[in-house]
C-alpha cells in the first residue's frame, strides 16, 4: 500500500466480517456495511457535536470490492463540514483480508448528521473556541 492509499480520518469502528453477515454468495451484505460505517461516523458526530446526533442522510455510496468473511473491518471518519445543527462526514472502510493480509478499500460515502435535543429538535453544534 502506497502513501497515497492511506485510510483518510481517523479509525471509528473496527470489527471481523462474520459468517451471519453474508448473502447467497458469500459476500458481505452491503447493508452490513451502511450500518458500521453509520455507527463509527455517529461516534464521530456525537463526539464532536457533544451532544446526540441523528442520521439524517447518506450521500454519494459507492462500493468497490466486496467484503469476505474473516475480513477485519475498519472504518474511517473524518468531519468536512459543520453546519449551525449538521455536520457532513466522508467515511471510508479499508479490509485486512484474512489470511493474506492485504490491505483494501472497499467502500466510501458521505453521512450527514444533526444534533438534537432530548425531544428530537435540532440544536447548534457545539464548537470549539477558536
Known sequence: MS???QPKGELVIQTIAMPKDTNRDGDIFGGWLI????LGS???AAKVAKARVVTVALEA??????VRVGDTVACYARVEKIGRTSMTIP?????TRYMTGEQV???HGVFIYVAVDRT???????R???
Open 3 to 5: 502513501d497515497t492509499d
Open 35 to 38: 450500518s458500521q460505517m453509520d
Open 42 to 44: 455517529a461516534i464521530l
Open 61 to 66: 455510496m459507492s462500493f468497490l470490492h466486496p
Open 91 to 95: 467515511v471510508e472502510v479499508w479490509v
Open 105 to 107: 478499500r472497499v467502500t
Open 120 to 126: 428530537g429538535k435540532p440544536i447548534p453544534v457545539k
Open 128 to 130: 470549539e473556541p477558536a
